[in-house]
């Protein structure tokens, strides 16, 4: 059985990281599964066509480009770039998957990394370790991971949803920061002060 037309791959990838998402970002409140509902959203879409049916191969094609229903070509950033003549699809296809690899990386190290923090803290905020560098390092994790597959397997619907997904994290980490900030007070308005919500200072000498 070849890549496309794998329903058993598109259903074990979609509940692999499912998993991955409810063991380490546990959804509590109505906000948490909102967040976790378009997170669901964009990865079954994603692996529907990664697997399944590349619905995007066969609109892009239909417009008159020269793309086939192929896992290389599937690739679209890849394959785009050697239609320009940057490289040829296979070694863009390489760079692509080298890049989104280590953003998933670093993304489920964030998720993972953040949850031994909070689930380790007992009730005191936790201003150490990753939190010294980001408020929401898990939120980040979840971004930078679906980033890459963004990147790795760009689809016209997930391509739409990645900002709607960004965006509702941020939301829902505004929202959770007025829970701390009622919780600790002065001790999270200085933490707030000293430490960026989701993206990282850049430090330059």
Do not use: C
């Not at 380490?24 to 990664?50: C, G, H, M, Q």
Request: aromatic content about 14%; overall charge positive; cysteine-free.
């Amino acid at each position: 059985m070849g890549l496309l037309g794998n329903w058993f791959l598109v259903i074990t990838s979609v509940l692999s990281f499912t998993v991955f998402i409810l063991a380490f970002v546990k959804p509590i409140r109505k906000r948490d599964w909102k967040s976790l509902s378009l997170y669901e959203a964009f990865i079954v879409s994603l692996f529907t066509e990664t697997f399944g049916i590349p619905l995007t191969i066969y609109i892009l094609s239909s417009l008159g480009l020269p793309f086939v229903a192929d896992p290389l070509q599937g690739r679209l950033l890849a394959a785009l770039l050697a239609l320009a003549g940057v490289w040829d699809l296979e070694t863009g296809v390489i760079v692509v998957m080298v890049v989104s690899l280590l953003m998933l990386l670093l993304g489920g190290y964030l998720v993972v990394a953040g949850w031994r923090q909070i689930y380790s803290a007992e009730e005191t905020l936790i201003s150490n370790g990753l939190y010294s560098v980001v408020r929401h390092p898990q939120y980040l994790g979840i971004i930078i991971g679906t980033a890459a597959f963004l990147i790795q397997w760009p689809t016209i619907i997930t391509t739409v949803m990645w900002p709607i997904l960004t965006y509702a994290y941020y939301r829902q980490a505004k929202r959770d920061e007025k829970e701390l900030q009622e919780k600790f007070g002065e001790e999270y308005r200085r933490y707030k002060e000293r430490v960026p919500i989701l993206i990282p200072h850049l430090k330059f000498r």
